[in-house]
């Protein structure tokens, strides 16, 4: 059964009052819980990747979780801003009794090779590593 996320943004027009644009964004429930449940983890230790076939890549994150059982990491949410591929470092914590100890988890993303080297950063909740993935014509 689908549901609806209302997204606002407000803008202002010349000198007049602030006014705000909604638009309905469609999403199936089961996927609305899930991104629901997904958290960025604490911090990102280290950012590779390896060519894993052509025109492909293959990124490489660890990091540490603050808590025991965090599950299902992936590099997810992806979206671009001024040239930079953008993805953030998520997991599902455990819900309920949980103990206090930093914890190793680690996840993998594919993504195609461009023409122009590509600028990829990843983040977690307390920082974020960059690279520079290279071009199709780089010799890759």
Same mark, same amino acid.
């Given at each position: 059964?689908?549901?609806?996320?209302? *997204?606002?943004?407000?803008?202002?027009?010349?000198?007049? /009052?602030?006014?705000k644009?909604?638009?309905?964004?469609?999403?199936?429930?089961?996927? &609305?819980?899930?991104? &629901?449940?997904?958290?960025?983890?604490?911090?990102?230790?280290?950012?590779?990747?390896?060519?894993s076939?052509?025109?492909? *890549?293959?990124?490489?994150?660890?990091?540490?979780?603050?808590?025991?059982?965090?599950?299902? +990491? /992936?590099?997810?949410?992806?979206?671009?801003?001024?040239g930079?591929?953008?993805?953030?470092?998520?997991?599902?914590?455990?819900?309920?009794?949980?103990?206090?100890?930093? &914890?190793?988890?680690?996840?993998?993303?594919a993504?195609?090779?461009? +023409?122009q +080297?590509?600028?990829?950063?990843?983040?977690? *909740?307390?920082?974020?590593?960059?690279?520079?993935?290279? &071009?199709?014509?780089?010799?890759?």
């Amino acid at each position: 059964m689908p549901c609806f996320i209302v *997204a606002h943004s407000q803008s202002t027009v010349g000198k007049s /009052q602030p006014f705000k644009t909604q638009k309905l964004v469609r999403v199936d429930q089961q996927d &609305a819980a899930w991104h &629901a449940m997904k958290q960025l983890i604490w911090k990102l230790t280290n950012l590779t990747y390896s060519l894993s076939s052509v025109n492909r *890549a293959t990124l490489h994150a660890e990091g540490e979780v603050s808590t025991s059982g965090w599950t299902e +990491p /992936q590099l997810d949410r992806p979206r671009v801003a001024d040239g930079i591929l953008h993805l953030d470092f998520v997991a599902r914590p455990l819900d309920g009794n949980t103990l206090q100890v930093i &914890a190793p988890i680690s996840a993998e993303h594919a993504v195609p090779l461009g +023409p122009q +080297p590509q600028e990829i950063t990843v983040h977690a *909740a307390t920082n974020e590593l960059s690279f520079r993935l290279p &071009a199709i014509s780089d010799g890759v």
